[in-house]
């Protein structure tokens, strides 16, 4: 897709005033609110502010405050005309005259330079630059004062120009606490609303979004005249939106006459001329004109290099979007073009830019095109660095939501990375240790962000950093507790109720306030933790440091592999698996393990079989391990510990289930630990803080009635948001869980045990630390396309009514502004007074979403004694999205959950004996092997629903830190050499090494051959 980052980001380009005509207007205006008269031109502005900047200097000293406010007025109207490079200059200048002298000069210059990295897409600094000039306005005019709410806006508007549309529209609505709206200048107010239409836009309320836009162009119209480049802008930005809303007519018609009022007023060879070009070029497409794009990408590029200099970054940037053009089409021109725009972006902007990466991917496509590996491996290597550090720029910051979705746009650069190795460099050392590089630094890259900046902050002994803590853990428990009660009660969302236009829905009205502010929170406490820590090396060498000898990580990735020879729309396959493993010595060995389609359907029918004692497990288990771990043995060289990472659905497989070419479980003869990447042994290699409490048992709460339950249905009032009808969702009592905690208090005698009335949802959320965390009850997971199924400690639907054929069919898809799309609101813990539905207070129901900001710092061991706590939404790269996820973010060292519905029984008896073993001293995850063990062996609980359930991810070792070794009563796996002798050790082919020569034959040739020049001797 052809992307435009000037047409986006050149939004910033007339939102502020134009210009200063004389110094006693400069000095009574507001912060950037100096407008011309109506009809004057750009230039004779910028003249006038010239002269201002010279008067100035003559009445005021060359380093006064009042020169440098006309100085920073001169650099808006600079960016206005396209003048970057003075315009940074003239910023700079007045910043470093202002630093300690005047607040509000600083914030003009401030705001400035802010501008300027913005429309050079330095998004970062912009935001760093516009924070630091809302804090200066605010220094020096107060908290009533409307022009400070309008550099809060216009933070907000950059944080949305860089993704994150929910604190941008967030900081916009803020705003206006600072004063009315109606006290800024008709300009403002129309950038107001134009910069509110853009975080609406990104996050999908286009409703609001159409109506900031329309308000926008007219008040721009009004009071700058229908001519007015400002007026121009906002409606090109219209008649963008228009395109993305599908009416290409109205989109043409209105980004032509943009196009004419441009040329008109700021001439032909103008960088936002050339803007306005680009989005022309983009309606072209739309209308299968790939001719007219064409015309206007090359028109673009003339413009940009007539106007600011063939060097100027925004050539690169047009040059960048008529290569992909060129390239998609298979027409000449296009490796011109992006070589082009590499050269300019380097001398431009140094070598560890973000736009430097981008061209040498693309550049490195081109080279990987036509058979130039090496020269393609060279570039993806100074790309992957590069993405590695702007991508920790990206995880510091903003909530998870944003996080995750600023990890989506980088996928697509981590997925060339690995396909290029599997397609084009299989047996290239470089590309191995390039693909497993990327794979490791980035998987499961958002859940470590989120789980460090939590544990930063907490470990801060500032009460404020507390308090900051508690009010999203408060956000959060509400905000759940809202969306849960309307969808038991009530239904679903409509597109105005979710974004607050229908204020008389007071319920959805809430929902989306309580999710801003929560969302602000977080953002909140990603910056506290930039401050307090910086992010963790992870590298293949302090992974590898980290394994134990004699272990080995399993690093599986899906991935989607790329032909850079193919058409755009077809150039990515199907999505495959690959797997790496990583021993102590720091060796890396891949292999392909083939299409994900087929792989996952073996998980499909293993799951399947698992889910009853009847299941053919075994024959579902020979097949998986067949298409993975049969692939991955030869690579292990006889490591028989294996710290597991999977990926996609093979997250939802206990690997220890599957069966080996001999019969025999993995479980006998390999000791699994599970982790969502390798990125987690970096963690267990420093040492974990300490336990604040003992052991807590929460068990067998009292869930209430379910009177009511049913009843709620007929209240609902709308379609059922999921496959299952919350509504009707009600849990049994669990009498084996109260057994369970009265084995295990016997096991821990000093644990706090908590059952029946006293199992409580703020029982758990108020717990600080525990060593231990044991929760025997029903867990759940809503899957949108599901139905719930009974099971001993899962949910159940109420009979008394059923869902109607129109909820139904409403119910298989959930509303796109429904809460519950999020898969952290699905999944949970059913607690005391589940059943008993209510609209204020604790609703018995524990989410995942509420789980991440429980304090499990210093909690050793969870262990979730219930249905399905270990299963969730999956996405590839970032594990599984359920309350396993929560509770690393949250804190706990080791997890124990459970892949489906589990025996009362068996699980009672499974969690006794596992305690015992923790007891005397055995680990956390060899403890639980050993357990399973011993039930297979036993002929009533030997199939793997009893005793394969649940997996051990986290740390491994004892629970006084101690690592334990596991015990075999089986060998282990000889690997065949070439000539089909089983060689002692390993004698598996390295990546890279002589095909067909195991390293055991040639340390056998050396030593004879050393032999044979002794004896010569």
Known sequence: ??????????????????????????????????????????????????????SRESSHGASSPQVAEALAALAQLEIDVGDLAKAEEHARKARGMVESKSERALGDALSALARVATVRGDTFVAEDLQTGAFEAYKRALGDKDASVGFALCTLGYIQALRGDFQSGESKCLDAARYGSRSALSASQRAAWELQMGVAYQGKGLRYNAAK????????????LGPEHPATAHAMSRLAAF??????????????????????????????WTAESMLRLADVRLAQKDTAGARDLYRRALSAMGRGHGASDPGVAEVAMDLGTMLWNAREPGAEELFRRALDIREKSFGTRHKLVADALRAVAMVDEAAGRSSAALEKLDRAEAIYDEYAGKLMTRGSEKQRRANADKLWTFWNRVVSFQARSAKDEPKAVELAFRTVLRNKGRVLDAMADSLS????????DDAKLIEKIAENRGMFAQQVLYRSRVRGTYTEQEASGNNKEVTAAWLDALLSRVSTDAEATISLRAEQLGKARSVTKETIAEALPPGAALVELASYRPFDPKAPADTSLGDPRYAGFVLDHSGQVRTVELGAASVIDEAVRKLRKALATPQGDAKSAGRQLDELVMKPLR??????????????????????????????????????????????????????????????IVIANPEYGSAQGVGAGNTARGGASTVAVDLGRVRFSALPGTA?????????????????????????????????????????????????????????????????????????????????????LMRSGLALANA???????????????????????????????ACETGVGEVAPGEGVFGLRRALVVAGAQTQVMSLWKVDDEATRDLMVAYYKKLKAGGGRSEGLRQVQLEMLSTPARNHPYYWASFIPSG????????????????????????????????????????????????TLIGAVAVAGLRRRR
């Open 1 to 54: 897709m052809i992307k435009h980052r000037i047409a986006c980001l050149s939004a910033m380009a007339l939102l502020t005033a134009i210009a200063a005509d004389s110094a006693s207007q400069a000095q009574t205006s507001s912060p950037a609110t100096v407008t011309t008269s109506l009809g004057a031109s750009l230039r004779d502005a910028l003249a006038s502010a010239e002269r201002t900047v010279r």
């Open 212 to 223: 900031a836009f329309q308000e926008a162009f007219s008040g721009f119209q009004n009071v």
């Open 242 to 271: 228009y395109l993305f809303m599908g009416d290409v007519g109205l989109a043409d018609r209105l980004q032509t006459r943009s196009l004419e009022l441009r040329v008109k007023t700021l001439g032909a060879n103008n960088r």
């Open 456 to 463: 930063l902050v907490r470990a801060s002994p500032g009460a």
């Open 634 to 695: 030869a690579h292990l060289r006889g490591a028989r510990v294996l710290y597991l990472a999977p990926d996609g659905a093979l997250n939802l497989v206990p690997f220890g289930a599957l069966v080996d070419e001999r019969g025999d479980y993995l479980v006998e003869t390999l000791s699994i630990t599970y982790l969502t990447s390798g990125r987690e042994l970096s963690r267990m290699a420093s040492t974990p803080p300490a336990p604040r409490s003992g052991a």
């Open 739 to 823: 057994q369970e905690a009265s084995s295990l208090a016997s096991v821990f005698p000093d644990a706090k045990v908590s059952t029946g009335a006293e199992a409580t949802e703020s029982r758990i959320k108020g717990l600080r630390g525990p060593k231990v965390l044991h929760v025997a009850t029903h867990g759940f997971f809503i899957d949108g396309s599901r139905s719930a199924q009974r099971g001993n400690r899962a949910l159940e639907l109420d009979d008394a009514e059923p869902a109607s054929p129109a909820d139904d069919k409403q119910s298989k898809q959930l509303n796109e502004h429904d809460p519950l799309n999020d898969p």
């Open 835 to 865: 059943n008993v539905v209510n609209s204020g207070g604790e609703d018995g129901w524990l989410t995942a979403y509420e789980g991440m900001t429980l304090d499990l710092v210093g909690t050793q061991l969870v262990v979730l004694s």
């Open 955 to 1002: 740390d491994p070792r004892s629970l006084d830190g101690k690592p334990v070794e596991p015990k075999f009563a089986k060998g282990g796996y000889g690997v065949p050499s070439f000539d089909g002798v089983k060689e002692r050790g390993c004698a598996c082919e390295m990546a890279g090494g002589t095909r067909g020569w195991p390293w055991g034959w040639l």
